[in-house]
């Protein structure tokens, strides 16, 4: 992000920052990365869980150190989950559905695409059904355990840092 982006950053509330399409093209891949983490993460929860499962002696020592990177798994989701829609963050699911709310937004993403190889002419209705993944996608979010567990992650910050 270049300088003028971080002024103006700076002068506009947390959570009401509306990105450019620029901005929205750059977050993308790190969107998709924390998305990809927090994917992983649960893949290895779930593992560790289901390896407890079919453990025939739910007491042994081993269970005990599994339930530990269970749990240390089960937290990196949380955490990874939350980076993704956290509204307070430059980056987010949020951001972008800001930013797809803006009446240019269509003809923009039509031109981003159409200037990504292979070129090719705008595809208005292309962004507009990509759009529309989009915003299903979102509404999907279950916005009050999203609220819970931004607290959490409020308290795991506040306990980390000493402040509890």
């Known amino acids: 992000m270049d300088a003028e982006a971080v002024r103006v ?3 506009v509330p947390l959570g009401r920052y509306t990105p450019s399409i620029e901005e929205v093209l ?3 891949p790190k969107l998709n990365e924390r998305a990809s983490m927090a994917a992983h993460a ?3 929860y779930s593992g560790i869980n289901e390896a407890i499962k079919s453990a025939l002696d739910k007491s042994a020592p081993i269970v ?10 089960a937290l990196l989701c949380v955490m990874r989950t939350f980076a993704t829609i956290d509204r307070e963050a430059e980056i987010s699911l949020q951001s972008v559905h800001r930013y797809l709310k803006n009446t240019g937004a269509v003809t923009e993403i039509a031109n981003a695409c159409a200037e990504a190889a292979p ?12 759009i529309d993944r989009y915003n299903a996608a ?5 916005w009050a355990t999203t609220g819970k567990l931004q607290s959490f992650v409020t308290q795991q910050s506040l306990t ?4 509890r």
Do not use: E
């Open 9 to 11: 950053l700076d002068r």
């Open 26 to 28: 750059a977050m993308a």
């Open 42 to 44: 649960y893949g290895t």
């Open 64 to 73: 005990g150190h599994a339930d530990h990177y269970r749990q240390m798994a």
């Open 119 to 130: 070129r090719s002419k705008p595809n208005l209705a292309a962004a507009q059904a990509s």
């Open 138 to 142: 979102y509404a999907t979010i279950a």
């Open 160 to 163: 980390s840092s000493g402040q």
